[in-house]
């Protein structure tokens, strides 16, 4: 890839979208596999840019790493379905279009979401995301973990619990939420170029782990601050809830001063790779500037 941070980012995502309409191309054509598609339709394909980003610093090219990418583009379209569905967020606005449940119905939404899941491993399991059957298998176990028990799954549920709990969470108790909610799968993005490169995935793991933090205040602070129409969501439904959210607990200005000091830590992260990694850089800033 070539150019600055906005023309790596669209065609990263062009690709992406590209690996995944053939990876669904020829499925049969039932109101699941239509959700699918939907489901992956638009969005900042942020975390695809990630992988394939990373894998370029580890002298892996996009075509090479887009079957990664479109993996974890496709496991976080699930978690966005199932996240919309009635007995969790019950959302009907999603990337500016009906969330799947709302357009057919909840059955279609949880087996489009089952199917996007799988559709994930699918991916990494197949010989064209890596030569190597150890550097599949490595990608496959380490998003097993990111989206699971002790990642993603962890972190919703936490966040569930949270909505009855006794008592508002802690500061620290939100950072944990967090980590798994939104930052397991942010984290096996960052990390995850390094393992196709077979290198070091500490440095890009240190910058996936700010980032993510900083990508969950933005959040919050959209949440508040943030314009409906632009986000392609609805707002306002943690104050709405009562939940404790980190503008609540630090302030709009608090907030934004702990997601800018986040954003210099994942640069910070980068020195090993020096301006070869400026297109992250740019990436961690637009985290926290971004409108939607």
Request: aromatic share 4%.
């Amino acid at each position: 890839m070539s150019g600055g941070f906005p023309a790596r980012l669209a065609e990263s995502a062009a690709a992406v979208q590209g690996r995944l309409d053939t990876a669904m191309a020829g499925l049969a054509e039932v109101p699941a596999v239509q959700g699918m598609r939907w489901a992956c339709n638009g969005g900042k394909r942020l975390r695809g840019f990630l992988v394939t980003e990373g894998a370029a610093l580890h002298g892996v090219g996009l075509a090479d790493a887009v079957t990664a990418a479109a993996a974890i583009e496709a496991l976080h379209a699930y978690s966005l379905v199932h996240d919309d569905l009635p007995c969790m967020d019950d959302d009907a606005l999603r990337r500016g279009q009906p969330t799947v449940h709302v357009k057919w119905d909840e059955a279609t939404a949880v087996l489009a979401g089952d199917a996007l899941q799988t559709l994930a491993f699918s991916l990494l399991s197949d010989p064209s995301c890596h030569a190597d059957p150890a550097v599949r298998l490595d990608l496959v176990a380490s998003l097993a973990m990111a989206a699971g028990a002790e990642g993603m799954v962890l972190g919703q549920a936490l966040d569930i619990a949270a909505e009855t709990a006794a008592a508002p969470l802690t500061l620290d108790e939100i950072i944990a939420l967090q980590a798994g909610k939104t930052g397991a799968l942010i984290r096996w993005s960052g990390e995850a170029g390094a393992r196709l490169g077979r290198g070091d995935v500490t440095p890009l793991g240190r910058y996936a782990t700010a980032l993510g933090l900083a990508f969950q205040i933005a959040d919050d602070l959209l949440d508040v601050t943030g314009d409906a129409a632009a986000a392609g969501k609805a707002l306002g439904k943690d104050a709405a809830a009562g939940k404790a959210t980190f503008v609540s607990l630090l302030g709009v200005d608090g907030a934004r001063a702990r997601a800018h000091a986040l954003v210099e830590e994942a640069c910070d992260a980068l020195a090993p790779y020096g301006g070869a990694a400026e297109a992250l850089r740019d990436c961690a800033r637009y985290v926290v500037e971004r409108d939607r």
